[in-house]
């Protein structure tokens, strides 16, 4: 019988999915004993299940609830096959990709701080707001009050599945696409990464949503940042060392551009880092997936590989072939 290993805070009426004839084994975050298993379904949160790991024996399958498996080839080594989630987050990244873009421009986090104050009579500051961003000096009447998304310029980097659900996303607002990946297409057309200095420039939104590799990290650093429209927006929803840190600071700092992250480096944020006092930068904690769907959806992609592997067909999202 298979033994299949998943976090014992999985809440178990998720598992009713779960094909029969496997031995399901629940693995507590404090695991003190070794335990013998076919397959692994990791705890999502890295460290809990790195934590796990060195206690576990016999894994032949990782089942990774999440789209970035980065963490896992260095755990478990070659001899284990790898499957992520693909798929599974798309909507609710997606989601939270383009609330960032349009939080940021209608000054969201301005007037949730007028809010606080208790004083509508700074809303005048948008109008300051929205000067220097732009460097646009001219006496604007009625005042600028927030910004339109409708017909800007974004420039996606990355377009798997999540960045074609951010595309399909945007499309209502008639913004003008510009698609980078690392393998160029025609139809519809898709950039080069090679290509992304020149694209820079003509952005009002750059959304990064492409896998942390060594190509790309750092790949926005402050050569790129520095191409970046005066006022542009960086959206990162990706993982955070795609984005040297310092730079980004200094960009920021200097309302260079502005920022909307999910992701940062390092991570989490430790209290006192430089970027929590940054302008312009709306940050949230790495939770752009997690919704309530989050587990149903990753698990039901699992058990729906779990039972190609037991039938002896071809797994569908492999990141990582035993060798």
């Known amino acids: 019988m298979l033994r299949v290993g998943y976090p014992a805070k999985l809440d178990a009426g998720l598992l009713s999915v779960m094909p029969a004839g496997i031995e399901l084994i629940p693995l507590a975050d404090g695991l003190d004993h070794d335990v013998e298993i076919d397959v ?21 399958l990782v089942l990774c609830l999440m789209a970035g498996t980065e963490w896992i080839p260095g755990a478990v080594g070659p001899h284990v096959t790898i ?6 987050h798309n909507i609710s990244t997606a989601e939270w990709a383009l609330s960032a873009i349009l939080a940021t421009l209608k000054y969201f986090p301005l007037y949730l701080d007028i809010q606080h104050s208790g004083d509508w009579r700074r809303r005048g500051e948008a109008t300051a707001h929205y000067e220097r961003l732009s460097g646009d000096p001219r006496p604007l009447y009625p005042p600028v009050m927030l910004e339109e998304l409708t ?9 798997g599945a999540i960045g074609k659900e951010i595309e399909r996303m945007l499309a209502p607002f008639r913004v003008e696409m510009l698609r980078v ?3 160029p297409r025609t139809q519809p057309p ?54 040297d840190t310092d730079a980004l600071v200094a960009a920021l700092n200097a ?23 940054c302008p312009n930068l709306l940050l949230t904690p790495h939770v752009a997936g997690s919704s309530p769907q989050f587990a149903p959806r990753s698990l039901q992609i699992a058990v729906d590989e779990l039972r190609r592997f037991i039938n002896g067909e071809p797994l569908h999202n492999a990141v990582q072939l035993a060798v």
């Open 40 to 60: 692994w379904i990791p705890d999502p949160y890295s460290t809990r299940a790195l934590r796990v790991w060195p206690r576990l024996r016999g894994v032949r």
């Open 83 to 88: 499957c992520n989630a693909h798929g599974a």
């Open 151 to 159: 017909g800007k310029t974004v420039v996606l980097v990355g377009h």
């Open 181 to 183: 990946a690392r393998t």
């Open 190 to 243: 898709v950039h080069a990464v090679s290509e992304l200095n020149g694209l820079l420039p003509r952005a009002d939104v750059v959304v990064l949503i492409l896998p942390l590799t060594s190509d790309s990290r750092g790949l926005i650093g402050a050569e790129q940042l520095g191409l970046m429209r005066q006022g542009a927006l960086l959206v990162n929803a990706a993982r955070g060392p795609i984005v």
């Open 255 to 277: 309302e260079k551009i502005r920022a909307a992250l999910d992701v940062t480096d390092p991570e989490p944020l430790p209290i006192g880092h430089p970027l929590w006092s």
